[in-house]
């Protein structure tokens, strides 16, 4: 056995942290999760400050912000900004072994030795459910073995699929978290999703026929979770069993959360809302990293890299991250590290905006209209509005100017330092559409529009085939 460990990252698409029992929420969603925390650090105010998946996963594989990696949108052309290294890059430089499970042709996850697909989007024809996790748990197993046998370092990466849509969690999960009739006919509550034309096809095409009660729909996320959780446990036990465990830097994070019946964005993972933004991240590995240690200072998706590497010992000086380890902090009569909680945020999903957070405030500004039909201008009162529903931009120019200020003074710091434009503002092609921005936003409506499962895998293997190098 290697004296030097192992790295495993679940990597949990669409996971947001408030959903998670260990992260407070009153549901027992992660059992297994929770006792996996118990070990190790869990790290209570993580963001992902770029939305979505690509962006994310950028970030967080490189160990740089948005204007470092260049990569704003889901449908990233190209590759990464020039002179990025990948962790899976640096690792193989340092004789590891990797795999890198269910993603692939993605510019965040180059420098692997093996990529391994599995089936993560279509229900199964019997059930309608889609057994998403143990997919993947049946595809890696083998592949532990496989680890288990040989004596070099590996590094290996899951995408897992759940909780992301569609929520079809395998029965009982299913009902796990809810025991009511979702298809009362006095409920009306999914009538402004049914009624919202972009995502209406894709949402019939994987709710129950005639189901009313968005409480259901919101059950079937936290059941995908509880599923989830259930197949982590399994891959954990294998790896005690094969004497893995104790040698494993092991992580949980993810690269964005969801939305569910909240700001009118239904069930996805777009607006820069803390729903979105704020998602797990757990850390476990025995005598360096302590059992129950527990951070509230913020960090982001850009510290994982620095931090990874430095838990594994590996010298990153030759790196120039945007990020920093998160290690010192884990000492607790070492120096107290300053934690700025100022967060520059962008999404190019299906709206294009970028925003500004601090630990009170909350800017956000459209960059060009969008189809929920929202204002330019967002702001949240974080401390005595934490779930974002009173938009106070109009109430408090104040406020709006000295944020505005702010944002602008980074983006132009950063601008400078890269010696690239912000990457949002220069966005084209973000919607994957041949045409410019949207001038209005009933343009946006009409024009944006999501059909069946099966059309949005398709966007994602198209998004992941164009943004191969």
């Known amino acids: 056995m290697t004296s030097r460990p192992n790295l495993i990252i679940f990597g949990v698409d669409t996971l947001r942290a408030d959903h998670l029992s260990l992260y407070g929420y009153p549901r027992l969603t992660s059992p297994h999760l929770d006792a996996l925390a118990k070990e190790g650090a869990v790290f209570l105010e993580h963001f992902s400050p770029s939305i979505p998946t ?52 993605n510019p965040a996850v180059r420098g692997f030795d093996q990529y391994l697909q599995y089936e993560s989007w279509h229900p199964d024809a019997e059930t309608g459910r889609a057994p998403k996790a143990e997919a993947l748990t049946r595809a890696v197993l083998p592949e532990l073995e496989r680890f288990a046998q ?36 006095q409920n009306h509550s999914l009538d402004p999703v049914y009624a919202f034309r972009p995502f209406a096809d894709f949402f019939k095409s994987w709710f129950p026929p005639q189901v009313t009660d968005s409480h259901y729909i919101d059950a079937q996320y936290d059941g995908a979770i509880a599923y989830l959780d259930l197949n982590i446990a399994v891959l954990l036990q294998a790896l005690r069993t094969l004497g893995l465990y104790d040698n494993s830097i092991i992580v949980v994070t993810s690269d964005h959360g969801e939305s569910l019946f909240e700001h009118d964005c239904y069930y996805d993972h777009h607006g820069l809302y803390d729903t979105n933004l704020r998602v797990p991240l757990i850390v476990r590995y025995p005598t360096v990293v302590p059992a129950g240690f527990r951070d509230a200072r913020p960090s982001q998706a850009k510290d994982v890299m620095p931090t990874l590497l430095d838990l594994m010992g590996v010298s990153s000086s030759t790196l120039a991250f945007d990020g920093a380890s998160l290690v010192p902090r884990l000492d607790p009569e070492g120096p107290d590290p300053v934690a700025s909680a100022d967060l520059y945020l962008t999404e190019a999903t299906w709206m294009r905006k970028h925003g500004w957070r601090t630990s009170e405030w909350k800017l956000i500004e459209a960059l060009e209209p969008d189809f929920h039909f929202k204002p330019r201008l967002e702001l949240y009162d974080l401390v005595h509005d934490p779930q974002e529903t009173q938009n106070l931009a109009e109430e408090r120019p104040d406020v709006v100017k000295r944020l505005t200020a702010r944002m602008n003074a980074h983006i132009g710091r950063r601008e400078r330092e890269t010696g690239r434009p912000n990457p949002v503002a220069m966005a084209t092609g973000w919607h994957g559409l041949a045409r410019g921005p949207f001038v209005t936003s009933e343009d946006a409506y009409t024009t944006l529009h999501i059909g069946s499962i099966g059309a949005a895998q398709q966007i994602q293997d198209r998004d992941q085939k164009e943004e191969s190098p």
């Open 54 to 105: 690509t962006p994310g996963y950028a970030s967080m594989f490189t160990g740089k912000d948005c204007f470092g990696t260049g990569v704003v949108a889901l449908r990233h052309a190209g590759d990464l900004a020039p002179g990025t290294v990948t962790l899976a890059e640096v690792l193989k430089e340092q004789g590891y072994r990797s795999l890198c499970v269910g993603f692939e042709n």
């Open 150 to 185: 040989g004596s070099t370092p590996f590094f290996l990466f899951m995408r897992h699929m759940d909780p992301h849509a569609p929520y079809l969690p395998p029965r009982p999960f299913d009902r796990l978290f809810y025991a009511g009739d979702e298809h009362d006919p």
